[in-house]
């Protein structure tokens, strides 16, 4: 695990490297949809975004609506890249692909004996994303995105506590390993601006993959995750 990380990381830093390269010709910067920029008189072919996330996850499902004081929590996304290849003359439209760390997670509260228990659920995996999008650009130095896809999870570890009385175990010594689907999906809206070098989204992640999807767990019980995430960070053109 730790290792996957470390690798992810070092990619993530020459991914950085490499889109400032792509960008230091001329000071348009961005998701500049413009055929051909007026400095190096280069068409800007693709993009790339990198950056972070807070996530309000979202609750569904017979498992969460059954259940009394459970929310999702405010949880984060590292946001390795994003990178999209515009497609057609003089056009905005565009395909790309992205890789996520995303964490996710949720808190439940209930009471037992006149005594509150508190469950507390986090979880870390690999997000893969594929989307289509348009880009409309206002200025040279301004736009506006729209775009939509699918995303793929791999949830590769999870932790937690449960608090009761006084005490708190932690969470692996009370549920199997197997307790939660590691692989989860979504569909995905996302819009946002481009300033400059900036580029500020909001993202809602609709839930397909039931996490409870197991042998050891009852088939009428059912949870999704979703999520409402504000992303920010930096874009950089690739000409």
Do not use: C
């Not at 490499?18 to 500049?32: L, Y």
């Not at 459970?70 to 057609?88: A, D, E, P």
């Not at 736009?143 to 590769?156: E, I, K, M, P, V």
Request: proline residues 2%.
């Amino acid at each position: 695990m730790k290792k996957s990380i470390l690798t992810l990381i070092v990619l993530f830093i020459g991914s950085l490297s490499a889109s400032a390269q792509w960008s230091s010709a001329g000071n348009e910067t961005g998701n500049n949809t413009i055929s051909y920029n007026n400095n190096n008189n280069k068409r800007v072919a693709a993009f790339v975004r990198i950056g972070g996330a807070v996530s309000f996850n979202t609750l569904a499902g017979s498992y969460f609506e059954n259940q009394t004081n459970v929310s999702g929590k405010t949880t984060g996304i590292i946001s390795l890249f994003q990178m999209g290849g515009y497609f057609g003359k003089n056009k905005g439209f565009y395909a790309g692909v992205g890789a996520e760390l995303p964490f996710k997670g949720w808190t439940e509260e209930a009471e037992i004996n006149g005594k509150t228990m508190t469950t507390s659920y986090n979880s870390i995996g690999y997000r893969i994303q594929s989307f289509i999008g348009y880009d409309y650009q206002f200025t040279p130095k301004m736009s506006l995105y729209a775009q939509t896809g699918f995303n793929f999870d791999l949830d590769l570890s999870y932790w937690g506590t449960i608090e009761y009385n006084g005490e708190k175990k932690d969470l692996k010594d009370t549920l199997p390993d197997d307790y939660f689907n590691i692989f989860n999906s979504s569909w995905t809206i996302q819009t946002g601006i481009v300033l400059h070098m900036f580029h500020l989204g909001l993202n809602y992640s609709l839930p397909y993959t039931d996490i409870f999807n197991h042998k050891t767990v009852a088939d009428d019980v059912t949870g999704r995750l979703g999520a409402l995430s504000i992303y920010v960070g930096l874009s950089f053109d690739i000409k």
